[in-house]
Nanobody, 116 residues
């Protein structure tokens, strides 16, 4: 089992920045990919960014050039640096991890609110 705990959400004005962190614990040796999803009210959960254990990254088109995902394997932590935030980035952001068997794990989420 893997446990994921997010931190770093909050309220920010449009154009501002936030950094989210997600610390993994438990069977961390099995983790292959970590990343972030988000869900806005009334909308489906969507992929934001992922990062493999080798550092390969993938981003949703809506955040390319503004968000950066990074991973510290020594600390078992993944980060999401969010710059140039827009009101449409407002959502609950969930940390996600997948292990070598393809099992998915989720954090409880952290709220990000961007005011216009």
């Amino acid at each position: 089992q893997v446990q994921l705990v997010e931190s770093g959400g909050g309220l920010v004005q449009a154009g501002g920045s936030l950094r989210l962190s997600c610390a993994a614990s438990g069977s961390i040796f099995s983790i292959n990919v970590m990343g972030w999803y988000r869900q806005a009210p009334g909308k489906q959960r969507e992929l934001v960014a992922t990062c493999t254990s080798r550092g390969s990254t993938n981003y949703a088109d809506s955040v390319k050039g503004r968000f950066t995902i990074s991973r510290d394997n020594a600390k078992n932590t993944v980060y999401l640096q969010m710059n140039s935030l827009k009101p449409e980035d407002t959502a609950t952001y969930y940390c996600w991890a997948a292990d070598s068997l393809g099992r998915a794990y989720w954090g409880l989420g952290t709220q990000v609110t961007v005011s216009s």
